[in-house]
């Protein structure tokens, strides 16, 4: 039971609660996620099983895209609709949404939620939000890539965006609000893809619990990432260096394509093993 697992995380539940549930049923403890997504949003959740939890580093995708609502006129404490509501303004009508949204393109700094699971000196800022204790949250280095209005019903905005791993989309609904002249807050998201891994291609949890499913593997999860044949397999399960001018990290694979780990660059004209993932 080794291989990736693409999962369709229904709302109301953790990543966690995912997690565990894939380990009952495939009975395994060896299960992690490439990636928490909130409860109050469903999508894309990639669970390496078995052997292939070796491979989580490397899975945590640089890029994911959502589709997400934007509600117009209240905003609230979590920046979603399960927190509690701290402002309201009666809603007059919004122009140039699509404008708005393609202003938020391209890389810039942005404050992550107080309801979030960043630590600050040792403790996760939700933890300090729930104790009405104050701190200082330092802004991030995030890009958007790509924002489209799917959408406008009053004072609900609909629309898709492509964006760099570590983004908040709760806190690009209520900038965007902002923008726009309201209060406001994300009142749905759906995960629609984290690298190259599809909603189209995940389970629910019913087909899990059925038994319909079918677990990727490492050759197919690798299938995009950059790849280096070797011919002799020895170098690779001995961790010994291979001479090269490449400068980032690559999948080493034997002549059969078979995935047998990822090495990066030692600044010296050779690469070195970071991770065997046989």
């Known amino acids: 039971m080794d291989g990736i697992l693409l999962v369709h995380k229904p709302v109301h539940m953790t990543s966690h609660d995912v997690v565990n549930r894939a380990r009952k049923l495939l009975h395994t403890k060896k299960i992690g996620h490439c990636g928490t997504l909130d409860p109050d ?3 894309v959740l990639v669970l390496c099983v078995g052997k292939a939890t070796k491979a989580l580093q490397f899975l ?11 509600s117009l006129g209240s905003s609230t404490d979590t920046y979603d609709a399960s927190g509690k509501v701290i402002e309201i303004k009666a809603f007059h009508g919004v122009d140039h949404v699509d404008d708005i949204l393609k202003s938020f393109i391209g890389k810039q700094q942005q404050y992550p939620p107080i309801y979030s699971a960043i630590k600050v000196n040792g403790k996760k800022l939700y933890e300090y939000a ?3 204790e104050t701190v200082d949250i330092k802004p991030r280095d995030i890009e958007i890539k790509e924002i489209e209005l799917l959408s406008q ?3 609900l905005i609909t629309f898709r ?3 760099s791993k570590g983004t908040y989309i709760r806190s690009l609904c209520v900038d965007i609000a902002k923008k726009m002249g309201y209060p406001g807050h994300m009142s749905e998201l759906i995960r629609t893809k984290s690298g190259e891994f599809h909603l189209k291609d995940c389970y629910d949890l019913e087909e899990l619990e059925e038994g319909k499913y ?3 593997s490492l050759e197919e999860a690798f299938c995009s990432f950059e790849q280096y044949v070797v011919d002799d397999e020895n170098i690779v399960y001995h961790g010994k260096l291979i001479k090269s001018d490449i400068d980032h990290q690559v999948v080493i694979v034997n002549k059969s394509g078979q995935v047998l780990a990822v090495y990066g660059p030692n600044g010296k004209g050779y690469l070195k093993s970071i991770r065997g993932l046989f």
Do not use: D, F
Not at 60 to 70: P, W
């Open 153 to 155: 019903q009053g004072h």
């Open 130 to 132: 729930r104790n009405n």
């Open 41 to 43: 949003a469903s999508g």
């Open 214 to 216: 079918k677990l990727l």
């Open 161 to 163: 965006v492509k964006c």
């Open 60 to 70: 945590m995708s640089e890029e994911k895209e959502y589709i997400a609502t934007l």
